[in-house]
Nanobody, 119 residues
Framework: QVQLVESGGGLVQAGASLRLSCAAS????????MGWYRQGPGKQRELVGS???????NYADSVKGRFTISRDNAKYTVSLQMGSLKPEDTAVYYC?????????????WGQGTQVTVSS
């Protein structure tokens, strides 16, 4: 079993910064890509960004230049540093990890953490 536990959500004002963290634990042989999705009120879940094991990142256009993803491969953690937050960033944020187990890849998800940005 693999568990992803997120932390760091909350209520902030527009323009503020917030950092989300996600830690994976369990029967992990390797972790490939990690990243974050979000789902706003009445919206579909969308990719916020991802990061490879080597540290290459990819971001949604809506967060480029404001959000930064980082990871610690030794600790199986991924973080999302969010800056210049806007009300439209309000969403439940989910981390994910593509985990290698017995030569197969599986996608695991965190439980989600609420981020609310007030105007």
């Amino acid at each position: 079993q693999v568990q992803l536990v997120e932390s760091g959500g909350g209520l902030v004002q527009a323009g503020a910064s917030l950092r989300l963290s996600c830690a994976a634990s369990g029967s992990i042989f390797s972790i490939n890509d990690m990243g974050w999705y979000r789902q706003g009120p009445g919206k579909q879940r969308e990719l916020v960004g991802s990061i490879t094991t080597a540290g290459s990142t990819n971001y949604a256009d809506s967060v480029k230049g404001r959000f930064t993803i980082s990871r610690d491969n030794a600790k199986y953690t991924v973080s999302l540093q969010m800056g210049s937050l806007k009300p439209e960033d309000t969403a439940v944020y989910y981390c994910y990890a593509i985990v290698g187990i017995d030569r197969r890849n599986y996608v695991y998800w965190g439980q989600g953490t609420q981020v609310t940005v007030s105007s």
